[in-house]
Every structure is written in structure tokens, then in C-alpha cells.
């Protein structure tokens, strides 16, 4: 089985700071993971994802993951956050069988402050 | 401009009622699916098709029913089986289902409130 946890269902930083978003995923298989975008009332964009090539994958809008196998980890980052990137992010992972076994976590809500 | 069109944007239940929700694309994509998300839930996988005619129970499928007669079409039923249906509805899409969809991506639609009376 296959699971992703979310660490903080809400994160709050300052316009200009450091943003940080923790995945941490369980795979019996290698994963591909994946991290999407939610603004309110509207669908998933994907962010960027993880397909076993370079460990350090950049996105849209000036996020980058890395993932870690040692430490089972696909943190999301932007070094300085922008009001615009106030919304929900959602982390996931397939066991490479196809978008019907994706795993979505729970999501982490970002507050921008001005 | 391709993309996933689902409607309505808002819909009420009354007790007892099936609702239809519409989910239309015109990427050519054989792949369709239906998720679910609750608040402080993520998303929940309700159905998905692989291809017209075909459609396969996803994680919470119980009090729901789709239909696929047409490749751009994939209509979600939720039924009065369903007794708790307020949620968020996302309907998405992929090139197929297999590998080849993952070097790809799964592209939604601006979702469906629905609330019950």
C-alpha cells in the first residue's frame, strides 16, 4: 500500500520568506510523486512531479522538490513567497500503475502575510 | 482552448433525490475519473474509465453511478444511497490510464459544490 502524510494542514509565512511544505510518502515500489495546487473553488493544477529522473524537480511559479529516499521525503519549496501562492497544496504518489492508483494527502493550506 | 468543463459550478440535494453531475473534455483523452474531497480529506477516488463503455469502481464508489457512452462525456450520478453527499466534486483527466499517463499530466475541472437541502 502506498500513503502520503502531509505535515501541517496550515502554514502561515511572510510575503518574501522561505516557503516550506513537508511531504512524506510510503511506497512499497519506487513512487512518482507529484505536488498540485488548489485556489478556492477550483480544480488541481499540477506543480511539478517526480518520475525517477533528476532528484531535484522544478515546477511553475518558482517551486522546486526534492526528494530524499533516505528520508522518504518530497518537501515543496519557493524561496520567497508571493501573495499569489496563497492556497492549498496538495502532495501525491503512484506506485507507477497509472493515475487510477494515485494517492492524494491531505493537503496543507499556505497563508501568505503581507 | 482544451481543457475539462464540469457544471453546475453549485447544486442542491433534496432527501431522497439522485443529482447528475456533467463532466465534459474535449482534450481526447481516453481516461476519466471522479474524486471526491472533503475538507481535511484530500481526494478521494469515487470511479474512473478507461475508455468509452468501461468504467471501474475507485475507493468510495458505494451510493454512486457513472456512465461513459461517449469519450468526452462522464457523467457522475450521486444517488439517495449516498447519505452523506456534501462535498466538493473534481472531476479530471488523463491520456490513459497506464505508464504513459504519468510522463503526462492529470488535468481537472474547476470542481462541483454540492450541498444537501
Known amino acids: 500500500a502506498q500513503s502520503v502524510t502531509q505535515l501541517g494542514s496550515h502554514v502561515s509565512v511572510s510575503e518574501g520568506a522561505l516557503v516550506l511544505l513537508r511531504c512524506n510518502y510510503s511506497?512499497?515500489?519506487?513512487?512518482?510523486l507529484f505536488w498540485y495546487v488548489q485556489y478556492p473553488n477550483q480544480g488541481l493544477q499540477l506543480l511539478l512531479k517526480?518520475?525517477?529522473?533528476?532528484?531535484l524537480v522544478k515546477g511553475i511559479n518558482g517551486f522546486e522538490a526534492e526528494f530524499k529516499k533516505s528520508e522518504t521525503s518530497f518537501h515543496l519549496t519557493k524561496p520567497s513567497a508571493h501573495m499569489s501562492d496563497a492556497a492549498e497544496y496538495f502532495c501525491a504518489v503512484s506506485d507507477r500503475r497509472g493515475y487510477q492508483k494515485v494517492t492524494f494527502g491531505t493537503g496543507t493550506k499556505l497563508q501568505v502575510i503581507p | 482552448d482544451g481543457g475539462i468543463t464540469q457544471s453546475p459550478k453549485y447544486l442542491f440535494r433534496k432527501e431522497g433525490q439522485n443529482v447528475t453531475l456533467s463532466c465534459e473534455q474535449n482534450?481526447?483523452?481516453?481516461?476519466m475519473y471522479w474524486y471526491r474531497q472533503d475538507p481535511g480529506q484530500g481526494l478521494r477516488l469515487i470511479y474512473y474509465?478507461?475508455?468509452?463503455?468501461?468504467?471501474q469502481k475507485g475507493d468510495i464508489a458505494e451510493g454512486y453511478s457513472v456512465s461513459r457512452e461517449k469519450k468526452e462525456s462522464f457523467p457522475l450520478t450521486v444517488t439517495s444511497a449516498q447519505k452523506n453527499p456534501t462535498a466538493f466534486y473534481l472531476c479530471?483527466?488523463?491520456?490513459?490510464?497506464?505508464?504513459?499517463?504519468?510522463?503526462?499530466?492529470?488535468?481537472f475541472g474547476s470542481g462541483t459544490q454540492l450541498s444537501v437541502l
Open positions: 482534450l481526447n483523452h481516453d481516461a
Open positions: 511506497s512499497s515500489v519506487p513512487p512518482y
Open positions: 517526480y518520475t525517477s529522473a533528476a532528484t
Open positions: 479530471a483527466s488523463s491520456i490513459d490510464l497506464w505508464d504513459r499517463a504519468i510522463n503526462e499530466k492529470l488535468f
Open positions: 474509465s478507461q475508455i468509452v463503455n468501461d468504467f
